[in-house]
């Protein structure tokens, strides 16, 4: 939606090395850069399909309420199934294959949602949505993980991928879970996601080229290391 902007760690812009601080730093750059991007170009009156996109939506959402309404609710251990789930295969280890099951069963879910959530009180009603957003989250975390073990990666980061076949235990004792690979390739690519059809969707491309700063001190300091003169 254009004009609407994702900053911090909603924007997913960190990298797998980012240092610590990245976050709060992220969150508060990002946000004025977009509000100064929204002053200087986003100005005047909404798109004139905004009314009818934005009715559209509240259709949509009043529908699943309607849908969803029940005597006796179940969105309460749905949630908790969901959270310990996403937790036991895509939190610091990860299972391809329990990445691979846990994300269709994620699918299905959002793809039966309205007919096999229920909420039997205005306290669950507000956890259906979050449960919504909690599963397409879901949805695109895994989606993303198992592209990235497809192709080809390894553990690094935070994250240890459990790989039977190339990979080794630090110790013995430890369960097979800990068998693992270090990706020391570092692909010079990003991984980018979206969702389009209900679904979500993947691609790799090469990293935008860092711009040229003209920032007067960058620029002194560079003509003094190319001339040895200051001036």
Partial sequence: MKGLFAVGEAAASHG????????????????????????????GDAPVCFDTEAAAALAEMGALADACRADTGNVRALWQ??????????????DPAQIRAYGKQVEAQLAGFAKTVKAGSRTELAMV????????????YLTAMADYTAHGGQSRGSALYTDLTGGVKPFAQLPDTFTFALDETEAPLI???????GTCRTAWRAPRPIPEDDDFFENVWRSYR????ID
């Fill in 81 to 94: 199934h969901a959270a310990e789930e996403m937790s036991r295969c895509g939190a610091a280890i990860r």
């Fill in 226 to 229: 190319e001339t040895g003169n």
């Fill in 191 to 197: 991984q980018e996601l979206w969702f389009e059809g």
């Fill in 16 to 43: 797998v090395y980012r240092p610590g601080g990245t976050a709060l730093n992220a969150g508060q750059v990002g946000s004025t850069r977009a509000a100064q991007y929204i002053a200087a170009r986003c100005q």
């Fill in 129 to 140: 949505y979050r449960l919504r957003d909690m599963l397409l989250s879901q949805h695109a």
